[in-house]
């Protein structure tokens, strides 16, 4: 007999990255609906509360919601998003930060808690805020 370990427990990581600063924005949830993508469209509002912010976004069905229109309102124009074209994920730079998060932390790994894969993610996300020129070498972005 071999055990196997049944139903996977399932979290999903929403983030950002500025484009101009390479400083990473992460929430990490158990799902990935649109009241989640609104939690981290406020929280990026939040975070940057003076000036005005744009989202590369693509047409993910989560993203055209109530929730994320409420948000986008509430920001009064200081929240804007601009719509990528549909299947074209490589033109969002933070799948690039993705690609490079899964390679160096979930990649041919077994965590033994999903507690212990979060703090794993969280710990990658804190490490690579304290080296934004990294983070802007993986995005294709350059510090000026």
Not at 24 to 49: D, S
Not at 66 to 91: C, F, I, K, N, Q
Not at 120 to 131: C, V
Request: proline share 6%.
């Amino acid at each position: 007999m071999i055990p196997t370990p049944g139903q996977p427990k399932v979290h999903y990581g929403l983030g950002a990255v500025n484009y101009h600063t390479g400083e990473t924005v992460v929430i990490i949830r158990k799902r990935k609906r649109r009241l989640e993508v609104a939690e981290l469209l406020q929280t990026l509002m939040e975070k940057h509360p003076n000036g005005t912010i744009y989202v590369a976004w693509d047409n993910a069905s989560t993203h055209q919601d109530d929730e994320v229109e409420a948000v986008v309102r509430a920001a009064a124009g200081r929240l804007v998003l601009l719509y990528l074209p549909t299947y074209s994920p490589w033109l969002n730079p933070i799948e690039m930060l993705w690609r490079h998060f899964r390679r160096e932390v979930t990649h041919c790994e077994l965590f033994e808690t999903i507690k212990v894969l979060i703090e794993a993610a969280y710990e990658f996300f804190r490490r690579y805020n304290q080296t934004p020129d990294k983070v802007l070498s993986i995005i294709g972005a350059y510090s000026s």
